[in-house]
């Protein structure tokens, strides 16, 4: 692959994208081999942080088979390896994050910015929508606007501009109860904001020149909108940018302002930059394009890659629409498009007819084509390529029958496409929800008697639960039918992004420990905990307070506490009295680990099934509360929002219920980017239509002629929709790309559910007859009652209360638990905690004196202001601003900081150690890393007195342990200690040859 040009790569599904894109990566590495440093010049931006994971999990394996095999530079790979740790291979927000933070002196945030949680959302959407009505009543009744005095100046000026646009619209009072009057008014600001808020800025209402009365009171309606939706986003910007919080929306706006009004910025990122690669190019938006086009220039070169047939993220702002019209414009400035459409995923009956549906049903818009109304390169581009998709999976036939097997759902099927029919429903308009998950129960236990080709072992076996997944349109209104049906039919299953995880026994035991703590005498709470895991009660246990709960008006607590000598569960009942006292003192992450240490809560968990999921959702549920305290410290606050959360849901099945053997159960968007050995597709009962409530679109102003951005409230465009061609073709297509995305995950088969109404009617408005209307011939259709009826046996779990072999189990404290360590941690008087999975120290914060809070938290606000300065002159202006920081611009130091060949800050480091036959990994947080010829110095900044020598002599063992994570990447050659408490000082260390000695003693005497 060329390097020196841009590329783009239109990738269908199970094509290698990810492959392709590795392997660029790579390329660059190898033409750039001699330059140690090129990671630096390399910017990968992916859709999801556990993307963009696995994308440099493989780019490092890729890596490491050069360091095998490229000899002659193997000392230079080793390097590029150590840098690619610092790496910017990211997601489009921690990207603009990182933007926003390097250059925070030429914004109004505050370097602390958070960026905002669902709680604070929640809270603010809310908050700002409330003070918005009030800002309109007063405008109504022509009173002062009180509700914004609060704000800041550059704020309320703007605001204020909004307003008097407002009172400009003729009946503007008649206006504002039209526009209030709209049925489901506050959901419909609310999506401006979510997902508008930027074509709404850029947008204007249509100016019809009908002298109809009834369009122009439409057109001021529109107006009117508009500006009170604009005076919502600003209140918002009041509430949360305006206090250093930011939503994703937020972050790369910030950054796009950056790059748009600061020229010194904007060259900075053009220059930094050699190659800027855009994966998942098909869910792009607007802000996020604008933020690359200005940072590609003829000097650096732009990869694109993505599938126009998987833009399935309208909902969230993703516009499907910039994809074609860069097709377009890469085609016309720099040559042809290439296409990726060799299948490696699927059987070539699957390719085939995905194919065949991808033609003549989801990406045939020949309807739109003979209106003659939307754009031609929109319909060109959107429309089914001719160079269709060929499948190069073909694995070996099974020994035993000598051919491919295909999964027989009835004994006459032929075919790995099915359609099978639930039982017959008589109004269509009823849910189809029961009766399609009663086929796909029936239906999974019959494929659990065929055999599946196991990709891993190249050999076919008996079929597996994981093997299936079960993908819906929407999860709501199927998830209490897949509960009742599954269970029933002992099928194991997981539905991804339900509160399955926050049902695990383990989980639901420290909620109700949290609720219980928040409130010991609410009844419910405090039995749902004595049922739980915490108590493991044994009801013969309590029988004696639970008759005497009956007939006292004390509260359940109340009662136990009475008991507290004759019960079992002195322990758990004594924690509860002491934190639920100290709940305003300690944090709630506290006050967990602690009852958890005192009641031996861990022991417990070898009493489940699988011990080892179990505590690792144990500490991922701990580290989640840690989190959420970064907003809130009150239980009752950190409570509500584990009620409306599913944040864990990705990581949690990274570690146990996704390599456990269940059904997956998941929305067609939550597979993208998966595969699955046999698909079960569902939920697609929904008519076909245009949900949109507000249409945005691009139209050429008869009077300019020039192309503009305009919108208009749904019901104002009955006569007018051909204006809107482009976006209701946007919009009603959504569902045919996820469609497309749904057929495409699985391996081996594929099996579509279509409700059975009556005489199968192949109706074209409802979205399951994209598969059903299809004359591809090599479909088994299938009924209901056709399947025969098979039996699972369910595999009973250990019960709580029956006796367990100990040696069944393993001691969970000598699990191999990879634990990271901070060279603080090492120096620390605690004890070691072995049983704790993952723990990480931030350095910086461990470093300080032991003063007051007051004097630690300024120390760690100076470290993060001192990661931006990019020139001395910086730095001054820097320190002219912060009266507590030295004044070592002048010294030497400060030329190595900014004149170094490499020089960077906040320099992260991970490097494992085996001591004792145990894996540990150290990682580290360098202040200021800095290169020059191979040779290597680390800085480290601290505020403090430098007078106490035990303490000085903790800095340097911090110092020696840097100089070790970072010796593969050069020669540690100097070290400093600079003092930035009010008048600078700087201590120097040179490497101690025996450093490593030390440091396996340090961890032997934890």
């Known amino acids: ?49 556990k993307a963009a994971a696995e994308m440099k999990e493989r780019i490092s394996q890729l890596i490491d088979e050069e360091i095998e095999t490229d000899s002659e530079n193997q000392q230079n790979w080793r390097q590029i390896k150590n840098a690619l740790s610092r790496a910017q291979i990211t997601t489009i927000d921690s990207f603009s994050s990182n933007l926003i933070k390097e250059n925070i002196l030429y ?53 204020k501009k909004i307003i008097q646009e407002i009172t400009k619209i003729p009946n503007y009072k008649e206006q504002i109860k039209t526009v209030l009057q709209i049925k489901d008014i506050d959901d419909l600001f609310n999506e401006i904001l979510r997902k508008y808020r930027y074509e709404i800025e850029q947008s204007k209402a249509l100016n019809t020149l009908s002298n109809d009365e009834d369009k122009i009171t439409q057109n001021q309606t529109n107006q009117m909108f508009k500006q009170m939706a604009l005076l919502y986003i600003q209140i918002y910007r009041a509430l949360t940018v305006d206090q250093n919080i930011l939503d994703f929306f937020e972050l790369k706006y910030q950054s796009l302002k950056l790059l748009e009004t600061k020229p010194e910025v904007l060259q900075k990122y053009q220059n930094q930059y050699k190659y800027i690669i855009i994966d998942e190019f098909q869910d ?94 929109l319909l060109t581009n959107m429309g089914f390529i001719p160079d269709k998709e060929i499948s190069d999976f073909n694995p070996k036939p099974d020994i035993q029958t000598q051919n491919q097997n295909i999964i027989k759902i009835t004994a006459n099927d032929k075919y790995r496409i099915k359609n099978i029919y639930t039982p017959e429903l008589e109004n269509r308009n009823n849910s189809t929800a029961k009766e399609e998950v009663k086929t796909i129960a029936k239906t999974i236990k019959r494929i659990m008697k065929n055999k599946i080709y196991d990709k891993k072992q190249e050999k076919y076996r008996n079929a597996q639960f994981k093997d299936i997944a079960v993908l819906l349109r929407r999860i709501s209104g199927y998830e209490e039918y ?61 029988n004696d307070i639970l008759k005497e709960v009956q007939n006292s008006r004390k509260s359940i607590y109340e009662i136990f506490q009475n008991h507290v000598e004759k019960t079992p569960y002195k322990k758990q009942l004594d924690s509860i009295k002491k934190y639920s006292e100290l709940k305003t003192i300690l944090k709630p992450s506290k ?21 080892e999921s179990a505590y690792a959702n144990l500490s991922k549920f701990l580290q989640q509360i840690k989190e959420y305290e970064e907003t809130t410290v009150e239980i009752s606050e950190i409570i509500e929002l584990l009620n409306n959360t599913t944040e864990v849901v990705e990581e949690e099945l990274s570690t146990s219920s996704y390599n456990d053997n269940t059904v997956k159960v998941m929305s067609i968007h939550q597979s993208k980017g998966l595969e699955f050995p046999v698909v079960i597709t569902g939920a697609l009962s929904k008519k076909i239509e245009v949900d949109a409530r507000i249409y945005f679109d691009k139209h ?6 020039k192309e503009e951005k305009i919108f208009s409230l749904e019901e104002f465009i009955k006569e007018e929709k051909d204006i809107y061609a482009d976006f209701e073709l946007l919009e009603i297509s959504e569902i045919r790309r996820l469609i497309y995305v749904a057929i495409t995950r699985p391996s081996q088969a594929l099996i579509n559910i279509i409700p059975n109404h009556k005489n199968k009617t ?55 638990y990879r634990k990271y360590i901070s060279p603080s941690y090492l120096k620390e008087k605690e004890e070691f905690e072995k049983d704790i999975e993952i723990e990480e120290i931030n350095t910086q914060e461990l470093f300080y004196e032991e003063t007051s809070e007051d004097l630690i938290n300024e120390g760690i606000r100076l470290h993060e202001k001192l990661e931006h300065p990019q020139n001395k002159q910086q730095l001054k202006q820097l320190i002219k601003k912060e009266p507590n920081l030295a004044d070592f611009s002048e010294l030497q130091i400060t030329e190595k900081i900014y004149n170094s060949q490499t020089s960077i800050p906040e320099a992260e480091f991970k490097k494992s150690i085996t001591v004792d036959s145990k894996k540990y990994i150290l990682t580290g947080i360098i202040d200021r890393l800095i290169i020059n010829q191979g040779n290597i110095e680390v800085i480290d900044y ?30 540690p050659t100097k070290g400093y200690i600079l003092k930035i408490k009010n008048t600078p000082e700087i201590i120097e260390i040179s490497p101690d040859p025996n450093f490593e000695n030390k440091l396996v003693e340090a961890i032997k005497n934890r």
């Open 1 to 49: 692959m060329k390097m020196n040009k841009n590329h783009f790569y239109s990738a269908s599904a199970g094509t290698g994208k990810t492959y392709t894109i590795t392997h660029y990566y790579l390329d660059i590495l190898k033409s750039n081999v001699t330059d140690t440093n090129i990671t630096d010049k390399i910017i990968a931006v992916t859709f999801t942080k």
């Open 107 to 159: 914004t109004a945030l505050d370097n602390l910015f958070q960026i905002m949680n669902n709680l604070q959302e929640n809270s603010n959407t809310k908050k700002a929508l409330n003070t918005m009505y009030k800002t309109i009543y007063a405008i109504y009744e022509e009173k002062e606007t009180t509700t914004i005095n609060n704000f800041k100046k550059s704020r309320k000026e703007k605001i």
């Open 284 to 377: 792009t938006d607007e802000l996020q394009l604008r933020i690359f086009e200005n940072i590609h220039t003829q000097n650096n070169y732009i990869f694109y890659v993505g599938d126009k047939k998987q833009s399935i993220y309208r909902f969230r702002g993703a516009d499907i629409s910039i994809f074609s019209r860069s097709m377009t414009e890469f085609t016309q400035k720099y040559g042809q498009i290439q296409s990726l459409n060799t299948n490696y995923r699927s059987f070539k009956e699957i390719v085939d007819y995905a194919n065949h549906i991808s033609k003549n049903n989801l990406f045939n818009f020949s309807d739109y084509e003979e209106k003659d109304l939307c754009s031609k390169d």
């Open 482 to 542: 897949i509960k009742k049906y599954f269970e029933k039919e002992n099928i194991n299953y997981y539905i991804v992004g339900s509160k399955m995880f926050y049902e695990k026994p383990e989980i639901k035991s420290l909620i109700s420990l949290l609720k219980i703590i928040d409130n010991p005498n609410n009844d419910f709470d405090f039995f749902s905990s004595v049922v739980s895991l915490f108590f493991t009660t044994k009801l013969s246990d309590i």
């Open 591 to 611: 006050i967990l680990n602690k009852i958890i240490e005192e009641t031996k809560f861990k022991e417990k968990l070898k009493l489940l099934e699988n011990p």
């Open 700 to 705: 050429k102003n008869k009077e300019t002629q």
């Open 762 to 816: 192949k109706d074209p408005e409802y979205q399951y007859t994209y598969l059903q209307n299809t004359d591809y011939p090599k479909i088994d259709t299938i009924d209901f009652e056709q399947i025969p009826d098979e039996k699972i046996e369910k595999q009973q779990p250990v019960k709580t209360d029956q006796k367990i072999n100990q040696e069944n189990f393993k001691d969970l404290k000598t699990q191999e």
């Open 942 to 971: 601290k505020y403090s007195d430098l007078k106490h020598q035990n303490q000085i002599e903790n800095y340097k063992f911090q110092i020696q342990l840097y100089f070790w994570l970072v010796k593969d990447l050069g020669t």
